[in-house]
């Protein structure tokens, strides 16, 4: 039961950061379109909460991104707090999701050898 209380309450957390951040932050850094929460961990006593972030681009556009959340993590968790449902709001933590980078790797790989196969 408590596992599905916190698979909402991640949901939710995700949800409303994505609209914190394209609403109220002033940031010109996190209006990137290239830019996507893709998941949120929080611990199960909700003391903190792993943002995962995709950012499609160099490593540098990576870290101007992570240093905007950081730089913003004050604004965001207590506007988060306003809105949860929740005794307390999580700290929250911002990290690079390098899944869909990942996924878009193999899939280039994969074209590749379908493109020799087929030569």
Same mark, same amino acid.
């Given at each position: 039961? /408590?596992?599905?209380?916190?698979?909402?309450?991640?949901a939710?957390?995700?949800?409303?950061?994505?609209?914190?951040?394209?609403?109220? /932050?002033?940031?010109?850094?996190?209006?990137?379109?290239?830019?996507?929460?893709?998941?949120?961990?929080?611990?199960?006593?909700?003391?903190? /909460?792993?943002?995962?972030?995709?950012?499609?681009?160099?490593?540098?556009?990576?870290?101007?991104?992570?240093?905007?959340?950081?730089? /913003?993590?004050?604004? &965001?968790?207590?506007? &988060?707090g306003?809105? &949860?449902?929740?005794?307390?709001?999580?700290?929250?933590?911002?990290?690079?999701?390098?899944?869909?980078?990942?996924?878009?790797?193999?899939?280039?790989?994969?074209?590749n &050898?379908?493109?020799?196969?087929?030569?």
């Amino acid at each position: 039961m /408590a596992s599905h209380r916190l698979a909402r309450i991640n949901a939710q957390i995700q949800r409303e950061l994505s609209l914190i951040i394209n609403q109220k /932050a002033k940031d010109k850094r996190l209006h990137n379109s290239t830019f996507g929460i893709t998941d949120v961990k929080a611990t199960q006593d909700l003391k903190v /909460a792993k943002v995962y972030i995709s950012v499609i681009g160099t490593q540098q556009e990576k870290e101007d991104i992570i240093d905007a959340l950081n730089n /913003a993590k004050g604004f &965001l968790r207590s506007s &988060l707090g306003r809105v &949860l449902k929740t005794h307390t709001t999580p700290e929250l933590i911002f990290k690079i999701d390098e899944s869909v980078e990942y996924g878009m790797h193999i899939d280039e790989i994969l074209s590749n &050898l379908k493109n020799e196969k087929n030569q």
